[in-house]
């Protein structure tokens, strides 16, 4: 027996060494023995039992669910429920050219290629060797030249599951990948989806701006006449003149607004710029869709499902860190053709074979791996509160989502009323111009209150598409 780099280490091509092989098997034993306690659960269906325990679902949820009882379940291409084949194109291009998309689908081939890695770790090795030598090894012998060419193979025994813990590992983690890419398809169509509303939206005001600016000129001029003939004061052109400025700011601002999201569309599409848009207004009016238990939620997102294989990986390297405590077996095995000759003879090839089997343990290392185990569980440790966290944050979308569409469907109610009364009052703001009981500023005033109402309900509408959309993507399971 030596001891060589802090481990008990033994190498035999016979049987002799059985009683050494034993001891050592003993002592690895000892130290398995000697691991440090851990907190974390044995199993990752026990840290998800845990993680699940450790959270709550919302309150309202069940009331949330009898209301939208009738609603359709989420489908995988949810997008294209809201009838706009314009939407549906743009969600096709994101989903094919997004650079994000590239990159995260880049990082999953890494983590695939990763677990091939580990699986390859458990396998026998078989090397080519070859070597040359000439001269002498001492000044006794005779100078000579040496040539060996062979193959050396060699095999760890994954006796206490070790490469397999490692595999485990690395599966996970390209499962953990693949949740990601669906994770981030399904942000990617919502994004999408949001900035394409917002920009109907947008369109939409920017045309209600430049009316009602046009209108606020009218009101200018007229006040500026009234004026001029003694019948309104400075004030009251000052005033109107401060409303054009601010109508023709607010413009500037809708436009700077609509040119920004333009942008980020394009960036969202993987495209240097964003292709031009209809903006039609003829999609239907969005629905609340079905709602999902909060256990099927937790299982259908592919967020929390990042988080759970994230979880499993941590465990399994828990499991490599505290295997690197038990002995280790190797079997190795050599063949070569040996020449050795003195140099300018002749010499008949000697073939040579060997067959051992190596065990090696750790006896001194200076805590290292007792650290790294401390280092590895506390990672897992992590892992299992951005699971949990990653629950919480599901759950939160839906109560989220569902108090925004609640308020935005109210709101738009109460908007839409405001924009009929205000319709009203301006056809009879009209009749009585026409009638000479009015004259033309009092027209102009309600016809203004009208296009704010207009301009209110254009974003309470904008309101109900987005909350719409963040529904689905509560509720979305993989695109």
Same mark, same amino acid.
């Given at each position: 027996?030596?001891?060589?780099?802090?481990?008990?280490?033994?190498?035999?091509?016979?049987?002799?060494?059985?009683?050494?092989?034993?001891?050592?098997?003993?002592?690895?034993?000892?130290?398995?023995?000697?691991?440090?306690?851990?907190?974390?659960?044995?199993?990752?269906?026990?840290?998800?039992?845990?993680?699940?325990?450790?959270?709550?679902?919302?309150?309202?949820?069940?009331?949330?669910?009898?209301?939208?009882?009738?609603?359709?379940?989420?489908?995988?291409?949810?997008?294209?429920?809201?009838?706009?084949?314009?939407?549906?194109?743009?969600?096709?291009?994101?989903?094919?050219?997004?650079?994000?998309?590239? !990159?995260?689908?880049?990082?999953?081939?890494?983590?695939?290629?990763?677990?091939?890695?580990?699986?390859?770790?458990?396998?026998?090795?078989?090397?080519?060797?070859?070597?040359?030598?000439?001269?002498?090894?001492?000044?006794?012998?005779?100078?000579?030249?040496?040539?060996?060419?062979?193959?050396?193979?060699?095999?760890?025994?994954?006796?206490?599951?070790?490469?397999?813990?490692?595999?485990?590992?690395?599966?996970?983690?390209?499962?953990?990948?693949?949740?990601?890419?669906?994770?981030?398809?399904?942000?990617?169509?919502?994004?999408? !989806?949001?900035?394409?509303?917002?920009?109907?939206?947008?369109?939409?005001?920017?045309?209600?701006?430049?009316?009602?600016?046009?209108?606020?000129?009218?009101?200018?001029?007229?006040?500026?006449?009234?004026?001029?003939?003694?019948?309104?004061?400075?004030?009251?052109?000052?005033?109107?003149?401060?409303?054009?400025?601010?109508?023709?700011?607010?413009?500037?601002?809708?436009?700077?607004?609509?040119?920004?999201?333009? @942008?980020?569309?394009?960036?969202?599409?993987?495209?240097?710029?964003?292709?031009?848009?209809?903006?039609?207004?003829?999609?239907?009016?969005?629905?609340?869709?079905?709602?999902?238990?909060?256990?099927?939620?937790?299982?259908?997102?592919?967020?929390?499902?990042?988080?759970?294989?994230?979880?499993?990986?941590?465990?399994?390297?828990?499991?490599?860190?505290?295997?690197?405590?038990?002995?280790?077996?190797?079997?190795?095995?050599?063949?070569?053709?040996?020449?050795?000759?003195?140099?300018?003879?002749?010499?008949?090839?000697?073939?040579?074979?060997?067959?051992?089997?190596?065990?090696?343990?750790?006896?001194?290392?200076?805590?290292?791996?007792?650290?790294?185990?401390?280092?590895?569980?506390?990672?897992?440790?992590?892992?299992?509160?951005?699971?949990?966290?990653?629950?919480?944050?599901?759950?939160?979308?839906?109560?989220?989502?569902?108090?925004?569409?609640?308020?935005?469907?109210? !709101?738009?109610? @109460?908007?839409?009323?405001?924009?009929?009364?205000?319709?009203?009052?301006?056809?009879?703001?009209? @009749?009585?111009?026409?009638?000479?009981?009015?004259?033309?500023?009092?027209?102009?005033?309600?016809?203004?209150?009208?296009?704010?109402?207009?301009?209110?309900?254009?974003?309470?509408?904008?309101?109900?598409?987005?909350?719409?959309?963040?529904?689905?993507?509560?509720?979305?399971?993989?695109?």
């Amino acid at each position: 027996m030596t001891t060589k780099n802090s481990s008990a280490r033994i190498f035999s091509c016979s049987g002799r060494s059985t009683g050494g092989l034993a001891l050592i098997i003993a002592l690895g034993l000892t130290g398995c023995a000697s691991a440090p306690d851990s907190s974390l659960p044995a199993t990752p269906a026990a840290a998800s039992n845990a993680a699940l325990a450790a959270v709550q679902p919302p309150s309202q949820w069940s009331a949330a669910q009898a209301a939208a009882a009738d609603a359709q379940p989420v489908a995988a291409q949810w997008w294209r429920d809201f009838g706009s084949a314009e939407l549906d194109g743009l969600v096709d291009t994101a989903l094919v050219a997004n650079r994000d998309l590239q !990159a995260i689908a880049a990082r999953m081939a890494q983590a695939r290629a990763l677990v091939d890695g580990a699986a390859a770790e458990r396998r026998p090795r078989v090397d080519a060797t070859a070597s040359v030598q000439r001269g002498r090894n001492s000044s006794d012998d005779p100078r000579a030249e040496r040539s060996v060419a062979g193959l050396r193979a060699g095999w760890e025994v994954d006796v206490f599951g070790r490469g397999a813990a490692a595999v485990d590992a690395a599966g996970a983690d390209a499962r953990s990948a693949e949740e990601t890419l669906a994770a981030a398809r399904i942000a990617l169509a919502a994004d999408v !989806a949001t900035a394409y509303f917002e920009l109907r939206t947008l369109h939409r005001r920017i045309l209600l701006a430049a009316e009602s600016a046009q209108l606020a000129e009218l009101q200018l001029n007229v006040a500026q006449r009234k004026f001029d003939a003694g019948q309104a004061t400075a004030l009251d052109v000052e005033r109107w003149r401060a409303e054009v400025a601010q109508e023709r700011a607010l413009a500037v601002e809708l436009d700077g607004s609509l040119r920004v999201r333009n @942008r980020q569309l394009a960036l969202l599409l993987g495209v240097s710029r964003a292709p031009t848009l209809m903006l039609a207004d003829g999609t239907a009016a969005p629905q609340p869709p079905a709602l999902l238990l909060p256990g099927a939620l937790l299982e259908q997102r592919p967020d929390v499902r990042r988080q759970a294989r994230a979880l499993d990986g941590a465990l399994a390297r828990v499991g490599v860190a505290r295997r690197d405590l038990y002995p280790r077996v190797q079997i190795e095995w050599s063949g070569a053709r040996e020449r050795l000759a003195a140099i300018g003879g002749s010499a008949t090839p000697v073939t040579l074979t060997g067959l051992g089997v190596s065990l090696s343990m750790p006896l001194l290392d200076g805590g290292r791996i007792r650290a790294n185990i401390a280092v590895q569980e506390a990672r897992a440790r992590e892992a299992m509160a951005d699971y949990e966290k990653a629950m919480l944050a599901a759950l939160a979308d839906v109560e989220v989502g569902l108090t925004q569409w609640t308020a935005a469907e109210t !709101a738009l109610a @109460r908007w839409q009323q405001a924009r009929n009364a205000s319709a009203t009052a301006t056809s009879r703001a009209e @009749r009585l111009y026409e009638a000479g009981m009015v004259d033309v500023s009092a027209v102009l005033d309600v016809r203004r209150g009208e296009l704010r109402a207009q301009d209110m309900t254009s974003q309470a509408e904008g309101a109900r598409w987005a909350s719409a959309v963040a529904l689905r993507r509560a509720f979305a399971g993989p695109v």
